[in-house]
């Protein structure tokens, strides 16, 4: 089974940026799309951003613009780049490989001045 290990989270002020990066334990992130999803205190969790195997992306309306998703191969690492961060943003941010339901344990992500 792979794992995923996210990191990057941390506190930051509005307006700030944040890097995550998921790292997996085996060489077969390139083959499949990945996903960064988020979950609020009260809320569902959500799909954030995705990106496949051929690199297209997709994004929920409420980053596009800030949020960039990518994938470094060679270090079987996705990241998700995140720009002009909302106190809305405040989250658990998860990564997921789609195909088999593999989840992180999540990293937090606090906006907030």
């Known amino acids: 089974q792979v794992q995923l290990v996210e990191s990057g989270g941390g506190l930051v002020q509005p307006g700030g940026s944040l890097r995550l990066s998921c790292a997996a334990s085996?060489?077969?992130?390139?083959?499949?799309?990945m996903g960064w999803y988020r979950q609020a205190p009260g809320k569902q969790r959500e799909l954030v951003a995705a990106?496949?195997?051929?690199?297209?992306?997709n994004y929920v309306d409420s980053v596009k613009g800030r949020f960039t998703i990518s994938r470094d191969n060679a270090k079987n690492t996705v990241y998700l780049q995140m720009n002009s961060l909302k106190p809305e943003d405040t989250a658990v941010y998860y990564c997921?490989?789609?195909?088999?339901?593999?989840w992180g344990q999540g990293t937090q992500v606090t906006v907030s001045s």
């Open positions: 990106i496949t195997s051929g690199d297209s992306t």
């Open positions: 997921r490989l789609a195909k088999y339901d593999y």
């Open positions: 085996g060489s077969i992130l390139r083959l499949y799309t």
